[in-house]
């Protein structure tokens, strides 16, 4: 399963809203997951299952989407949320992972 | 609070072998399948290997197998990548994950270590 994200890069204000997109290639009902990386430090878990938030992640940060094509929001950015984000799923049997490319989102 | 601390990654020629490690602490390691993720410089992040918390069933991207082996010891609660037959498209940063649910193996990573860098040139 190809994991197709956009756009590639994503320039915003604080306090704008942030709309990320993951494309699966077929169907992964509600098994997609959200990462973030800043730079030099290992990623981070943000969403999993679509839309359940990981413990300790900010209310601003929500998860849509099911079967094909899934949504991160940020509803309100903030200075630190500049990091690269990746999508990710994995398939039912065998079980392997796969990564999208990658959003980056820049803070103007 | 979970922590996950990898060593092992060098600067290594290719065809050679390394053998990376990861020491968990902060959670009841049997309870938990463990990943390997690596990411090649400036690069997205790919999966690499994973294991069952039984620790009697692997996983491996194409890419590792035949070549990679992933095994954990409960009494250290350690987790290791074996790296064979290194090539130049191995170098990067691996990095340990613990799963995310309890279950024998999950969809979700949770890394939580800096990562251990594999460099494979001549």
């Known amino acids: 399963i190809v994991l197709t994200q956009s756009p590639a890069t994503l320039s915003l204000s604080p306090g704008e809203r942030a709309t990320l997109s993951c494309r699966a290639s077929?169907?992964?009902?509600?098994?997609l997951g959200w990462y973030q990386q800043k730079p030099g430090q290992s990623p981070r878990l943000l969403i999993y299952d679509a839309s359940y938030r990981a413990a300790g992640i900010p209310a601003r940060f929500s998860g849509s989407g099911s079967e094909t094509d899934f949504t991160l929001t940020i509803s309100s950015l903030e200075p630190e949320d500049s990091a690269i984000y990746y999508c990710?799923?994995?398939?039912?049997?065998?079980?392997?992972?796969?990564f999208g490319q990658g959003t980056k989102v820049e803070i103007k | 609070e979970v922590h996950l601390l990898e060593s092992g990654g060098a600067l290594i020629l290719p065809g050679g072998s390394l053998r990376l490690s990861c020491a968990a602490s902060g959670f009841t390691f049997n309870n938990y399948a463990m990943h390997w993720v690596r990411q090649a410089p400036g690069k997205g992040l790919k999966w690499v290997s994973s294991?069952?918390?039984?620790?009697?069933?692997?996983y491996y991207a194409d890419s590792a197998k035949g070549r990679f082996t992933i095994s954990r010891d409960t009494s250290k609660n350690m987790v290791y990548l074996q790296l064979n037959g290194l090539r130049d498209e191995d170098t990067g940063i691996y990095y340990c994950?613990?799963?995310?649910?309890?279950?024998?193996?999950?969809?979700?990573?949770?890394?939580r270590g800096q990562g251990t860098l594999v460099s494979v040139s001549s």
């Open positions: 994950a613990k799963d995310l649910g309890s279950g024998q193996i999950g969809h979700w990573f949770d890394p």
């Open positions: 077929q169907s992964v009902s509600s098994y």
């Open positions: 990710q799923q994995r398939s039912n049997w065998p079980p392997l992972w796969t």
């Open positions: 294991i069952n918390k039984s620790g009697d069933i692997a």
